[in-house]
C-alpha cells in the first residue's frame, strides 16, 4: 500500500477533498453543520436539490467546492443507520470511500468524525479507525511485475486523515487493524507471486526476511532435514520437482513468564499450513483448463505467514508456533506414483491412490513435527485441499472440521466477529473407515468422490495426538474467489488474528 492512514484531533493542512458523514434519517452531524457553514452552506443546497442521497450505508454524493474553499471536492459519506453500524460495517465503508477517492484522483482526503449526540459514545473511535482500515486495506494492489505506465496526470492516494475528538482510542484501534492489515496483505503477495518466482526455498527466504526483523524464530527445515526426521510424506510429494521440498517453523514467544507455574498457559497455539507452491497433479495430472490458478495451491502456507507477521507486528502477548510445508508437486521420473506405499514422522504407512491427493500427505508431518516438538495446547491446519469444499460451499464459507466443541465455539465467535466466514463440517467414523488402508496403515484417497472434504479431514485426523484440540479449515473456495486475471485474496489471517485476542492473549 502506498497509502498513509492516521487519526488526528484536527485538520492542520489542506487537502483535495473534505469527507462528512451523515446517518441515513438523521439530522446532519456537527462536522456536517460546521463544514455547511464554512463553505457558504453548498452542502444544504445539494441535499434540497439532490433527494437521492439519504446517508444510507456505503452511499457517496461527491460535490465539487467554493472556489474559496480549501478544497476540490466534499464527499457526502453515508453511514446507514446508527444502532447497526458495527467495525465490520466500517470496514466495508472505507473501502467504497477509497473507490471513490481513486476516481477523484485525490492525493489527500480528510473525514470529519467527531463524536456527537447520534453516536454511541463506544463507537465513535472504533468507527473513525475501522473506517480509515477499510481504505487502507483497498490501498492493496499487486504490479510488481508491471512495467510502469504513470501518466502525468496520473495521482495516486497518498495520505487519509480522520479527524475525531476521540482520537486517543482510534489511534491504538488504528494501530490494530494496520497490523492485522499487513498480515493479510503480506499473505496475499506471496499468493500473488508467480511460481517462477515462488517455489519452496525461495518463498522460505522471503518469509525469513519479513518475520525474523520483527523478532519471530525462524527455522528451515531443508530436504535433508525432512528426511533425517523422518518426514517421508512431506519429501515424497516433492520428490519429482527440481526445487526439492522444505518446511519453515516460526515461533512468537509473547506470553510473559510464570515463575514456578506452568499451567499449559505457556504451551503455544499451533498453527500449520499447506504450501504447495504449484501444484500440476503430479503422475496423476490435472487437466490443462485452470492450472494456472494451481500457484495458489500455498494458500493456507501464506495465510500463516501473515497470521505470524501480524501477531508479531501488534506484539499479541501469547505463545504461537506456525509451521508451513513447501513443495512443488511435479511429474518427473523421480515423481512418486499412484500405489506407491510411502511412510510418515508418525510411523504409519500411507497407500498412495491419486498423487493429486498431496496436501494431505505434506500436513500430515508438519502436524506430527508441530505436536511433538512443540507440545502445543490446540492446533489448527489451513490448506486450499478439496474441491469438494469449493462445490459444497462456494465461496462464502470456509469448511471447518473440529474435534472438539470447546474449540469451534471460540472460532465461530472470531469468524462472526472478524468477517471471515466459517462453517462446521462433519467428522466421524463413516469418514475414517474410508480413509484406512488394505496393504498399508491408510490411505490418501477415499473409495468414491462422495464427501470429498470429509474424507480428506478424517485423513488428518489419524494424525492428531492425545485428543489434541484441533481443527482443520479447507480454504479451497475461500482462496480461489480471487479473479484469476486480477490479485488474488487472502482468507485466514483475520478470524484467527481474532480467536488469538479473544481466547489465547493473556488478560
Known amino acids: 500500500m502506498t497509502v498513509s492512514v492516521s487519526i488526528k484531533k484536527s485538520s492542520e493542512k489542506k487537502t483535495d477533498v473534505a469527507i462528512v458523514a451523515y446517518f441515513e434519517g438523521r439530522e446532519p452531524t456537527k462536522d456536517a453543520v460546521k463544514l455547511d457553514k464554512e463553505t457558504n452552506g453548498v452542502l444544504d443546497s445539494y441535499l434540497k436539490k439532490n433527494k437521492t ?21 466534499i464527499v457526502l459519506l453515508g453511514l446507514g443507520d446508527p444502532e447497526t453500524l458495527d467495525t465490520l460495517t466500517a470496514a466495508s465503508i472505507g ?11 485525490a492525493s489527500g482526503a480528510v473525514l470529519f468524525m467527531s463524536k456527537d449526540g447520534q453516536f454511541r459514545d463506544e463507537k465513535a473511535g472504533s468507527v473513525s479507525a475501522c473506517i480509515a482500515g477499510g481504505v487502507y486495506e483497498a490501498d492493496y494492489k499487486f504490479d510488481k511485475y508491471k512495467t510502469p505506465e504513470k501518466k502525468d496526470d496520473d495521482v495516486a492516494l497518498a495520505h487519509f486523515i480522520v479527524v475525531t475528538n476521540d482520537d486517543t482510542s482510534a489511534k491504538k484501534i488504528l494501530k490494530d487493524q494496520k497490523a492485522v492489515i499487513d498480515g493479510v496483505c503480506f499473505a496475499r503477495d506471496l499468493i500473488n507471486e508467480p511460481p517462477n518466482k515462488l517455489y519452496p526455498e525461495s518463498f522460505a527466504q522471503m518469509v525469513k526476511a519479513e518475520l525474523k526483523p520483527l523478532g519471530v524464530g525462524v527455522e528451515i527445515l531443508d530436504e ?33 513468564k510464570k515463575a514456578g507455574k506452568n499451567n499449559g498457559d505457556d504451551a503455544p497455539v499451533a498453527f500449520v499450513g499447506k504450501g504447495v507452491t ?21 494458500g493456507g502456507a501464506a495465510a500463516v505467514a501473515g497470521l505470524i507477521k501480524t501477531l508479531a507486528q501488534r506484539k499479541a502477548k501469547t505463545n504461537v508456533v506456525g509451521i508451513v510445508g513447501l513443495a512443488e ?15 510418515s514422522m508418525a510411523g504409519k504407512t500411507i497407500e498412495v491412490l491419486n498423487t493429486d491427493a498431496e496436501g494431505r500427505l505434506v500436513l500430515a508431518d508438519c502436524m506430527t513435527y508441530v505436536q511433538r516438538k512443540h507440545k502445543p495446547r490446540a492446533m489448527i491446519d489451513l490448506a486450499t485441499l478439496t474441491g469438494a469444499m469449493l462445490v459444497a460451499l462456494g465461496h462464502e464459507y470456509c469448511g471447518t472440521f473440529v474435534n472438539n466443541d470447546d474449540l469451534w465455539a471460540n472460532m465461530e465467535k472470531a469468524s462472526k466477529e472478524s468477517g471471515e466466514k466459517l462453517w462446521r463440517m462433519p467428522l466421524g467414523e463413516a469418514f475414517s473407515k474410508e480413509m484406512r488402508g488394505t496393504i498399508s496403515d491408510y490411505k490418501n484417497l477415499g473409495n468414491s468422490r462422495n464427501a470429498g472434504a470429509s474424507t480428506a479431514a478424517a485423513f488428518l485426523e489419524f494424525f492428531v495426538e492425545n ?14 474467489g480471487g479473479s484469476s486475471k486480477g490479485p488474488r485474496v487472502s482468507f485466514g489471517v483475520k478470524v484467527l488474528d481474532r480467536l488469538i485476542r479473544d481466547q489465547y492473549e493473556a488478560a
Open 53 to 73: 442521497f439519504k446517508g444510507k450505508k456505503e452511499q457517496t454524493a461527491v460535490i465539487t467546492a467554493p472556489h474559496d474553499s480549501p478544497y476540490q471536492h
Open 95 to 105: 473501502k467504497k470511500l477509497h473507490k471513490v477517492l481513486t476516481e477523484l484522483q
Open 224 to 256: 535433508k532435514k525432512l528426511q533425517k526426521l523422518g518426514m517421508e510424506a512431506h519429501w515424497t510429494v516433492g520428490m519429482g520437482s527440481d526445487r526439492g521440498p522444505c518446511a519453515v517453523v516460526m515461533t512468537w514467544n509473547g506470553a510473559k
Open 278 to 298: 504449484f501444484d500440476t497433479g503430479g503422475i496423476n495430472i490435472k487437466p490443462s483448463a485452470g492450472m494456472e490458478a494451481m500457484k495458489i495451491d500455498m
Open 329 to 343: 508437486n511435479m511429474p518427473s521420473a523421480r515423481a512418486y506414483r499412484p500405489s506407491d506405499v510411502i511412510g
Open 467 to 480: 485428543d489434541l484440540p484441533w481443527a482443520h479449515m479447507d480454504i479451497a473456495g475461500m482462496t480461489m
